[in-house]
């Protein structure tokens, strides 16, 4: 993200478990979102990206509050694939899904 970009800083950040709640390293993270007036950049790669998890399961992205648009809350896509699912295309270890709030938190079982 270009320092001129116009819109609301957000860092979001936290760490990926396995169905074991043990964290899981490098795990690829592909977050796209809406840009400040609510559209999205399905020509380039402006709000696109990816990185994977540190050694300890851990992800930071720092970006911008996503615009509206209509009929959606303001929300980051996430795709968040295993290991191992890279190395298998027929793997089915690989999910998508919007994060909403910043505010929002569960641990979905681990503690």
Known sequence: MEANTPG???????????LACRPISGVLLDFWQADTNG??????????GHQFTGADGSFKLTTIVPGLYPGRTRHLHVKVQAPAARSSP??????????????ASSTHGCS
């Open 8 to 18: 609301v800083r957000l860092t979001v950040g936290g760490y990926v478990f396995g």
């Open 39 to 48: 559209a999205y950049d399905n020509t380039g790669f402006r709000f696109r």
């Open 90 to 103: 027929r793997s089915s270890t690989s999910r998508t899904s919007p994060a909403t709030t910043p505010t």
